[in-house]
Antibody
Framework: QLQLQESGPGLVKPWETLSLTCSVS??????????WGWVRQPPGKGLEWIGS???????YYDPSLKSRVTISVDTSQNHFSLKLSSVTAADTAVYYC???????????????WGQGTLVTVSS | DIQMTQSPSSLSASVGDRVTITCRAS??????LAWYQQKPEKAPKSLIY???SLQDGVPSRFSGSGSGTDFTLTISSLQPEDFATYYC?????????FGQGTRLEIK
């Protein structure tokens, strides 16, 4: 059974960099059939896609966050990471890591999700 | 960006009811649509992909339909564990975008 587990600080100061890691167990992050992604959910609001990465390092980012986001993958550690720079209170959210299936026509959709981790931006 | 609009935003129903949630895309997305269920304080759960294909383990009372711009999620006979928020999501093109959610409550 695939499991994803987010880890990282729960509190980040304004204008600093948010850093999270998603550890993958029960499956290989080097799978050619999958992408790996990050989704966030501000308190009381809906889901927002942040970005996705392939094991080769190919990435896609939401344009509204692209200037501040870096997603990377470490195949030797079977994990992938999120960095979001210059955070403000608007970045306070539960951050989920997830696996995406690389299906027909290379379209990707989510199948497995981590439990999520709350990151609060506050001084 | 492709905008996804769900209706209604909230819905009250009873156990055993048949319920339908609608999702509309701002432009055609063929059948590249997924549905997710989220319970309070929990991670989303993947229900449907390709508009109508059930993820493994999802009960058959859930079904999806549609193509192009208009899609529906139907629960044929509501069970107590189905009361949750439901999101649609398009994956035709980047950026991936979600609907605003439909909260399904017990009447």
């Amino acid at each position: 059974q695939l499991q994803l587990q987010e880890s990282g600080p729960g509190l980040v100061k304004p204008w600093e960099t948010l850093s999270l890691t998603c550890s993958v167990s029960g499956g290989s992050i080097s799978s050619s059939d999958h992408y790996w992604g990050w989704v966030r959910q501000p308190p009381g609001k809906g889901l927002e896609w942040i970005g996705s990465i392939y094991y080769s390092g190919n990435t896609y980012y939401d344009p509204s966050l692209k200037s501040r986001v870096t997603i990377s993958v470490d195949t030797s550690q079977n994990h992938f990471s999120l960095k979001l720079s210059s955070v403000t209170a608007a970045d306070t959210a539960v951050y989920y890591c997830a696996r995406l299936v690389r299906g027909a026509e290379k379209k990707t959709y989510f199948d497995y999700w981590g439990q999520g981790t709350l990151v609060t931006v506050s001084s | 960006d492709i905008q996804m609009t769900q209706s209604p935003s909230s819905l009250s129903a009873s156990v055993g009811d048949r319920v339908t949630i609608t999702c509309r895309a701002s432009q055609g997305i063929a059948s590249w649509l997924a549905w997710y269920q989220q319970k309070p304080e929990k991670a989303p759960k993947s229900l449907i992909y390709a508009a109508s294909s059930l993820q493994d383990g999802v009960p058959s009372r859930f079904s999806g339909s549609g193509s192009g711009t208009d899609f529906t999620l139907t629960i044929s006979s509501l069970q107590p564990e189905d009361f949750a928020t439901y999101y649609c999501q398009q994956y035709d093109s980047y950026p991936l975008t979600f609907g605003q959610g439909t909260r399904l409550e017990i009447k």
